[in-house]
T-cell receptor, first 112, second 112 residues
Framework: AQTVTQSQPEMSVQEAETVTLSCTYD???????LFWYKQPPSRQMILVIR??????QNATENRFSVNFQKAAKSFSLKISDSQLGDAAMYFC?????????FGKGTRLHILP | SAVISQKPSRDICQRGTSLTIQCQVD?????MFWYRQQPGQSLTLIAT?????????ESGFVIDKFPISRPNLTFSTLTVSNMSPEDSSIYLC?????????FGEGSWLTVV
C-alpha cells in the first residue's frame, strides 16, 4: 500500500526567507501524481503545486517550487520570499491508480 | 479548475440526528470523493461517489452511517446519520479532474 510521510509537524520561517517542507512516499507504481495542498484557517484545501511522476523537471508556481527525487521517493516543497499569508497547514498527497493519500501535514508559521 | 460548492458550510447538530451535506460542481465530473478531517488530523477518505451505482466505501466507513447519493455528474450528497460527538469533523467534497483533485470549502459539523 502507498504511504505518504511528512516528518515535520511544525515549522517556522522569518518573513521574506525561504523554507523547505519535506515529504517522502512509498509506492510500487511507476505512474502517479504528487501534490502539495495548503489549508489556511478557513479550512479550504487549496492546490499549491502538482508534479507528474513521468516528468523529470521540477514543477514551479511563482514562489513555490518542488524538489522531486523519484528514485529517493522524495517530494519537498520550497517556499521562497515567505509571506504572512503563507501561514497554514501544508499537506503532501499522492495519487496513483485510484484514491489520493495524504500525509499528516506540516503547520507552517511565518514570523514577522 | 472545477468550482465546487458545499452546503452547509457550518452547523451545530444534536446528538442522534442526521445531517445531509450537498456538493455541487460547475462541470460534469466522473469521480467525486468525500473526505473527513477530524480536529487536528489529516484527511481520511470516506467513499468514492459513483454516478449511477453504489458508492465505494473505505475500510471503517459503512453505508448505514454515511449514505451517499450521486444522481448525476455534477451533484452528490453525504449524510451523516445518528450523529455522536465523535462525528464532529470537517467533511470535504472533492472531484477528480485532469488528474488533479479539487476540494469544496468543507462543511464543519459540531455535534453536541
Amino acid at each position: 500500500a502507498q504511504t505518504v510521510t511528512q516528518s515535520q509537524p511544525e515549522m517556522s520561517v522569518q518573513e521574506a526567507e525561504t523554507v523547505t517542507l519535506s515529504c517522502t512516499y512509498d509506492t510500487s507504481e511507476s505512474d502517479y501524481y504528487l501534490f502539495w495542498y495548503k489549508q489556511p484557517p478557513s479550512r479550504q484545501m487549496i492546490l499549491v503545486i502538482r508534479q507528474e511522476a513521468y516528468k523529470q523537471q521540477n514543477a514551479t508556481e511563482n514562489r513555490f517550487s518542488v524538489n522531486f527525487q523519484k528514485a529517493a521517493k522524495s517530494f519537498s516543497l520550497k517556499i521562497s520570499d515567505s509571506q504572512l499569508g503563507d501561514a497554514a497547514m501544508y499537506f503532501c498527497a499522492y495519487r496513483g491508480d485510484d484514491k489520493i493519500i495524504f500525509g499528516k501535514g506540516t503547520r507552517l508559521h511565518i514570523l514577522p | 479548475s472545477a468550482v465546487i460548492s458545499q452546503k452547509p458550510s457550518r452547523d451545530i447538530c444534536q446528538r442522534g440526528t442526521s445531517l445531509t451535506i450537498q456538493c455541487q460542481v460547475d462541470s460534469q465530473v466522473t469521480m467525486m470523493f468525500w473526505y473527513r478531517q477530524q480536529p487536528g488530523q489529516s484527511l481520511t477518505l470516506i467513499a468514492t461517489a459513483n454516478q449511477g451505482s453504489e458508492a465505494t466505501y473505505e475500510s471503517g466507513f459503512v453505508i448505514d452511517k454515511f449514505p451517499i447519493s450521486r444522481p448525476n455528474l455534477t451533484f452528490s450528497t453525504l449524510t451523516v446519520s445518528n450523529m455522536s460527538p465523535e462525528d464532529s469533523s470537517i467533511y470535504l467534497c472533492s472531484v477528480g479532474q485532469l488528474n488533479t483533485i479539487y476540494f469544496g470549502e468543507g462543511s464543519w459539523l459540531t455535534v453536541v
